[in-house]
Structure formats: structure tokens, C-alpha cells
């Protein structure tokens, strides 16, 4: 079975930093491109960040400079460290593992910055 779990949302001021954790169990993680995408209510899930099986990383826009998107394959991880967060940064964060046509989603984590 396939999981993917989220952890480390909550709430922060503007400015500070969070660091969202993706556990991965049920998949050959190596061989997976790995994701953080995140969702307001009203609005499609976005793309923040991508890291391919090779530690190849692609970043939207509004995450350049600010995220950094990291794997490590020993511990079937993938991260996603945010600084200098905003207000428009308040979202549920999902982690997305995909192999070809095989697509898989976390059940999300709520960041929410706010002073």
C-alpha cells in the first residue's frame, strides 16, 4: 500500500520558516519524481516545487529564492524548507510522488502565516 504522509505545517509569523516533511512507504522512491503542490480553498492545487529521481529541482515562481525542495532516498523522504514566508503562503501542502503513469498524493498539511 502507498502512503504518503505530511508533517510539519502549522502556524508561523511572516517571515519565519518552516520545513514540510513528506514520508514515503509502498514505492521504489528512487525512481520517483517528488513534489510539493498546495491548494487555498477556491483555487487549484499549484505547483511549488519538484525534485526528479536524478535531484533535478524546478520551482514555481512564488517558491524561487525563498524554497528549497530536497530528497534523500535512504529514508524514502522528501522535503520542502520555506523562509521569508508570506501571507500568501497560507495553504494545505501536499506531497505528489509520480513514476510514469503512476500518480500518488499525501493527505496535506496546513501552513498558515499570520501575525
Known amino acids: 500500500q502507498v502512503q504518503l504522509v505530511e508533517s510539519g505545517g502549522g502556524l508561523v509569523q511572516p517571515g519565519g520558516s518552516l520545513t514540510l516533511s513528506c514520508a514515503v512507504s509502498?514505492?521504489?522512491?528512487?525512481?520517483?519524481?517528488m513534489a510539493w503542490y498546495r491548494q487555498v480553498p477556491g483555487k487549484q492545487r499549484e505547483l511549488v516545487a519538484i525534485i526528479d529521481s536524478a535531484g533535478t529541482t524546478t520551482y514555481a515562481d512564488s517558491a524561487k529564492g525563498r524554497s528549497t525542495i530536497s530528497r534523500d532516498n535512504a529514508k524514502n523522504t522528501v522535503s520542502l524548507q520555506m523562509n521569508n514566508l508570506k501571507p500568501e503562503d497560507t495553504a494545505v501542502y501536499y506531497c505528489?510522488?509520480?513514476?510514469?503513469?503512476?500518480?500518488?498524493w499525501g493527505q496535506g498539511t496546513q501552513v498558515t502565516v499570520s501575525s
Open positions: 505528489k510522488a509520480t513514476y510514469r503513469f503512476l500518480v500518488n
Open positions: 509502498g514505492i521504489i522512491f528512487r525512481l520517483y519524481t
